[in-house]
């Protein structure tokens, strides 16, 4: 896979750029999971949440969609679906991200690597296909385009695969927040310190006070869209995980050095805390929690600090959801239908000090800036997911107030025949304004 550019001047004076535009973090309200150079941010309480969401032959029209659900407890449709937006076709809906502006929301399938750029700023009550983007394979030769994350005027796209042989060594690509392609960059398969990289990709996050960015890894194409149990039997197929993440030099762009995490880390998550400067990861195959963090003398090391629930029992930890004073962790484990709750005082050991099973099968999780809402989807992937009753779809909103997770509202998505619930985003009526000023936000346009 080779390194593709365009204008590559303007393009490295654009990186320069990146360390010197991010937010502060934690001066507004939002999810916690979001890019630091996202504008507009909600300040009060979230009044939608999107789900993207894997079409079922046989329910409604068959297609993934994006499914709006009202979230605001003032409201006389909340807790109801109040919109959808087919894209036809069916091809494992899978993450999404918002653009720097927050406008724009983009949504990628893992299968036939379509993304999908939808229009959330006009009225996200009903956001609106703008986009739809065919080009990444072509472009790229990578596959699988999963983790969507805002930069400046750009979206970072983070991939699983490669349209190759359907592995798991892949890259990232860059495009312009018009769609346009921009950038390639290879994930390391070489020595980097002393660490061979594998060439795996999954998330990224990043930290621009450091001039740091995170990937992580997980698997190819031929093994996500396998049967689990026969893939969990095919010993060769299994050797085939991610078990590395890499630090980049976030300015050049550049590997700066591989850390042997072994089991598939997924999600990573930075402390949202502006004193802290360390992040962290949960893999899926060996139940641990990974810290990555700075030490006095610069040096950046990753640390096994804790373990989810019994590893033998597989409980296949699959998302995690950091408060936005770094000092707690949501986990959801999907074997086991499990959220569990980490106290990150000290993030060098964290502390399970909660647990509810909150579904039969949970998959990704997210909360409200203030911590006090959660929410929960179903589904991991279309041929990952339990079979008949365990087979549950759904959103499920939570309130936590510190002790209890209490039952909000429930969205059956079987029951409305809308799909495998997978991946969620919040928006506002006007973006970075209270819930109760309904102000229209002017289209910015494709």
Request: charged share 20%; glycine share 10%; hydrophobic share 40%.
């Amino acid at each position: 896979m080779t390194t593709r550019h365009v204008s590559i001047r303007g393009f490295l004076a654009w990186l320069g750029l990146l360390t010197a535009a991010a937010i502060p973090i934690g001066a507004l309200a939002d999810e916690t999971c979001n890019s630091p150079y996202m504008t507009g941010l909600i300040k009060g309480q979230e009044d939608y949440v999107h789900v993207w969401t894997l079409g079922v032959e046989g329910w409604g029209d068959g297609s993934d969609k994006l499914v709006t659900v009202d979230a605001n407890p003032r409201s006389k449709t909340y807790g109801k679906v109040v919109h959808t937006v087919s894209v036809g076709g069916h091809g494992e809906a899978h993450h999404m991200g918002f653009t720097d502006d927050r406008r724009y929301l983009w949504a990628g399938r893992l299968d036939d690597s379509k993304i999908f750029v939808f229009d959330v700023g006009t009225d996200p009550s009903k956001p609106k296909l703008v986009k739809t983007l065919s080009d990444l394979p072509v472009r790229t030769g990578m596959a699988g385009p999963h983790t969507f994350y805002a930069l400046p005027g750009r979206m970072l796209v983070g991939n699983l695969s490669n349209n190759r042989d359907g592995g798991g060594v892949t890259g990232l690509a860059v495009y312009n927040n018009k769609g346009g392609f921009v950038h390639e960059y290879a994930m390391p398969t070489g020595a980097v310190n002393g660490v061979r990289g594998d060439g795996y990709g999954y998330d990224l996050a990043i930290d621009p006070r450091k001039n740091v960015l995170l990937t992580s890894s997980f698997t190819g194409r031929d093994n996500y869209l396998r049967d689990l149990g026969a893939l969990i039997k095919d010993e060769a197929a299994m050797k085939h995980f991610g078990n590395t993440m890499v630090l980049w030099d976030l300015k050049a762009m550049q590997p700066r050095q591989v850390f042997s995490v072994p089991g598939a880390p997924l999600e990573i998550r930075w402390s949202l805390n502006p004193n802290d400067h360390w992040a962290i990861t949960a893999t899926a195959l060996t139940s641990k929690l990974w810290l990555v963090r700075q030490d006095a003398s610069g040096a950046w090391h990753a640390k096994d600090v804790a373990t989810i629930g019994d590893p033998a029992k597989v409980p296949l930890p699959v998302d995690i959801s950091i408060r936005a004073d770094g000092k707690g962790l949501w986990v959801n484990t999907f074997m086991d239908g499990t959220t569990r709750y980490f106290d990150l005082s000290n993030p060098e050991a964290p502390r399970q000090t909660y647990a509810k099973q909150t579904g039969r099968q949970v998959n990704m999780i997210s909360q409200s800036w203030d911590g006090k809402r959660v929410y929960i989807t179903s589904s991991l992937l279309e041929h990952w997911d339990k079979a008949g009753a365990d087979n549950e779809q759904f959103l499920r909103a939570f309130n936590w107030d510190g002790k209890e997770l209490t039952a909000a509202f429930e969205v059956d998505f079987a029951k409305e025949k809308l799909g495998r619930a997978h991946h969620m985003k919040f928006t506002s009526r006007a973006v970075g304004v209270a819930a109760d000023d309904a102000t229209p936000i002017p289209s910015v346009g494709y």
